[in-house]
């Protein structure tokens, strides 16, 4: 067990949050960990991560808290836990994107009990976080923020200051409105080079030479051309994206900024969950277009 930098909770074990807790555990922290999924945690208590019994046992045991979780009532819940555990001030991270409502809300609650929040999202897939390759937009306390500079270190390869709380979210919708859209015309222009007979591994190689690429497509291109989005593959399920993607078009929509590429991939995404891909990585898009193209492989 780990314990040389201290302790730390991390709620929420799932794609993003197992990777960081993993890392954080390897780094030399002491992890205290926890999610509803029982196998999650049976396979981060296997990679040295402390499993706690509920979201308020992870409060009592870390004096700062990771949260990464999947949808706003799983964050209503975990700040609920956590004022109710009745401890001493407590720094949480919250790494998840959500509608600056829904953190506002956990905010105010979190503070009127005494804590601190931090809106902390993170730039980065699954297959990023395991290798430590994320940026975190932090806002909120920026002298909380800079405490935590070691931690972040640990599991990040930057961090950003964006001041007020909610800069951060602002940041990330900015963000994942490039990554819904890279991602389609990815796919896209990979539909295009099979249609034009071209091999898929071919045209990875290439564009990623040249001036087409981008970090979505080394990442998403080679899934593209594999023709397999699921199991270790699996970066952000199209399931979980659909909830960033109603959160990013709602706020455009708010303060008035015209979005015609990012709504013009919404139809591709959801033509991915209807056909049976809400499960697999966003890449698969690419079997959308190919199918729309006639291709079969």
Same mark, same amino acid.
């Given at each position: 067990?780990?314990?040389?930098?201290?302790?730390?909770?991390?709620?929420?074990?799932?794609?993003?949050?197992?990777?960081?807790?993993?890392?954080?555990?390897?780094?030399?922290?002491? !992890? #205290?960990?926890?999610?509803? /999924?029982?196998?999650?945690?049976?396979? +981060? %208590?296997?990679?040295?991560?402390?499993? =706690? *019994?509920?979201?308020?046992?992870?409060?009592?045991?870390?004096?700062?808290?990771?949260?990464?979780?999947?949808?706003?009532?799983?964050?209503?819940?975990?700040?609920?836990?956590?004022?109710?555990?009745?401890?001493?001030?407590?720094?949480?991270?919250?790494?998840?994107?959500?509608?600056?409502?829904?953190?506002?809300?956990?905010?105010?609650?979190?503070?009127?009990?005494?804590?601190?929040?931090?809106?902390?999202?993170?730039?980065?897939?699954?297959?990023?976080?395991?290798?430590?390759?994320? !940026? #975190?937009?932090?806002?909120? /306390?920026?002298?909380?923020?800079?405490? +935590? %500079?070691?931690?972040?270190?640990?599991? =990040? *390869?930057?961090?950003?200051?964006?001041?007020?709380?909610?800069?951060?979210?602002?940041?990330?919708?900015?963000?994942?409105?490039?990554?819904?859209?890279?991602?389609?015309?990815?796919?896209?222009?990979?539909?295009?080079?099979?249609?034009?007979?071209?091999?898929?591994?071919?045209?990875?190689?290439?564009?990623?030479?040249?001036?087409?690429?981008?970090?979505?497509?080394?990442?998403?291109?080679?899934?593209?051309?594999?023709?397999?989005?699921?199991?270790?593959?699996?970066?952000?399920?199209?399931?979980?994206?659909?909830?960033?993607?109603?959160?990013?078009?709602?706020?455009?929509?708010?303060?008035?900024?015209?979005?015609?590429?990012?709504?013009?991939?919404?139809?591709?995404?959801?033509?991915?969950?209807?056909?049976?891909?809400?499960?697999?990585?966003?890449?698969?898009?690419?079997?959308?277009?190919?199918?729309?193209?006639?291709?079969?492989?």
């Amino acid at each position: 067990m780990n314990a040389g930098k201290g302790s730390v909770g991390v709620i929420g074990l799932g794609i993003m949050g197992g990777a960081i807790a993993r890392n954080l555990a390897g780094a030399g922290w002491r !992890v #205290i960990g926890y999610d509803i /999924d029982a196998a999650k945690c049976k396979e +981060l %208590a296997a990679a040295g991560v402390t499993i =706690a *019994r509920d979201a308020g046992a992870v409060t009592a045991a870390a004096a700062t808290i990771l949260t990464s979780l999947p949808k706003p009532s799983a964050l209503d819940l975990t700040v609920a836990a956590i004022v109710e555990a009745g401890v001493p001030r407590r720094i949480v991270v919250e790494l998840s994107t959500f509608a600056l409502e829904d953190k506002a809300r956990a905010e105010s609650l979190l503070r009127a009990a005494g804590h601190v929040l931090l809106d902390c999202p993170l730039s980065g897939t699954g297959a990023q976080a395991k290798t430590r390759d994320l !940026v #975190i937009y932090a806002s909120g /306390d920026s002298q909380s923020i800079n405490a +935590l %500079a070691p931690l972040f270190g640990d599991f =990040a *390869r930057a961090t950003h200051d964006l001041g007020a709380f909610g800069n951060g979210s602002r940041m990330k919708y900015v963000a994942n409105l490039l990554v819904a859209i890279y991602n389609v015309a990815s796919a896209e222009a990979m539909v295009l080079g099979m249609k034009a007979g071209l091999e898929p591994a071919r045209v990875f190689e290439l564009v990623r030479s040249g001036a087409g690429n981008s970090r979505v497509f080394e990442l998403r291109g080679p899934m593209m051309a594999e023709n397999r989005y699921d199991g270790d593959n699996v970066t952000m399920r199209i399931s979980t994206w659909q909830k960033d993607m109603a959160v990013i078009g709602a706020f455009a929509q708010s303060v008035g900024a015209p979005t015609p590429l990012f709504s013009a991939t919404e139809a591709i995404y959801n033509a991915a969950m209807s056909t049976g891909h809400g499960g697999h990585d966003t890449a698969a898009v690419c079997a959308v277009l190919e199918a729309m193209a006639g291709i079969r492989r």
